[in-house]
């Protein structure tokens, strides 16, 4: 089994990075192969034909996608498919090879332990429209805040990774020093404080930079095997 990881697909906006002139290795892997995307999938919009060709484009790769929720997804059809438990935790079965990990949940994929916490808030709400361009539920509730606590207290507050769509307080501030804190990066900076990780992985800010010192690194455009 093999394990990769990139950031932000947007729909039909940013999903080229995994086709097979970009990721050549994605020929070589299987159903039981997963790649996980970092938040903003995009292919759970609205229902009509892009939706459709997306996720058949998805299902025809040799792997299974995973993906966690960014800011921009329409969060009100993402969470009308049926909640599964799957791996250790709940998701979204979009279809049977396109997997949403939903928010506050701990899986074990392989010999490797992942806490994931979706969402993000959007910065210019002022120009979208509620229920069209974007969601209320693109924050996480108190509920799935505290469940991501219970969860990880389960596994003794120890996993390999950690998979958010943005960063912690201080990580933000260094990446884009105009963006606002707010509950989600206040709560990542804390889990990170709490917890034994090995990684963090993230995406939304549309760069590909490691954080040595923050053990993070932020994905946009590279695809990243993990335990390579």
Same mark, same amino acid.
Do not use: C, Q
């Given at each position: 089994m093999r394990l990769f990881v990139t950031g932000d697909t947007h729909g039909d906006i940013d999903f080229h990075k995994l086709n097979t002139?970009?990721?050549?290795?994605?020929?070589?892997?299987?159903?039981?192969?997963?790649?996980?995307i970092c938040g903003d999938f995009g292919a759970v919009w609205d229902g009509a034909k892009s939706d459709k060709y997306l996720q058949?484009?998805?299902?025809?790769?040799? +792997?299974?996608?995973?993906?966690?929720?960014? =800011?921009? !997804?329409?969060?009100?059809?993402?969470n009308s498919y049926p909640v599964s438990d799957w791996n250790g935790g709940k998701v979204h079965f979009i279809t049977p090879s396109i997997i949403h990990l939903m928010r506050g949940q701990v899986y074990k994929i392989g010999d490797k332990t992942f806490f994931t916490m979706g969402g993000?808030?959007?910065?210019?709400?002022?120009?979208?429209?509620?229920?069209?361009? +974007?969601?209320?539920?693109?924050?996480?509730? =108190?509920? !799935?805040?505290e469940e991501g606590i219970t969860n990880l207290?389960?596994?003794n507050n120890k996993v390999d990774y950690i998979l958010s769509h943005c960063a912690p307080d201080q990580l933000q501030k260094e990446i884009a020093y105009w963006y606002e804190h707010d509950k989600l990066t206040n709560y990542l900076k804390i889990i990170r404080q709490i917890i034994e990780f090995g990684w963090h992985y993230f995406g939304h800010y549309h760069i590909d930079k490691d954080f040595l010192n923050y053990k993070a690194t932020c994905l946009y455009n590279n695809i990243i095997e993990l335990g390579a």
């Open positions: 002139k970009n990721f050549p290795e994605g020929r070589l892997l299987t159903k039981e192969d997963f790649v996980i058949k484009w998805y299902n025809e790769k040799p +792997w299974t996608t995973l993906f966690i929720d960014g =800011n921009h !997804e329409n969060h009100d059809l993402l993000a808030e959007y910065h210019d709400k002022i120009y979208r429209k509620e229920g069209v361009s +974007w969601w209320r539920r693109e924050m996480p509730s =108190n509920d !799935e805040y207290n389960k596994v």
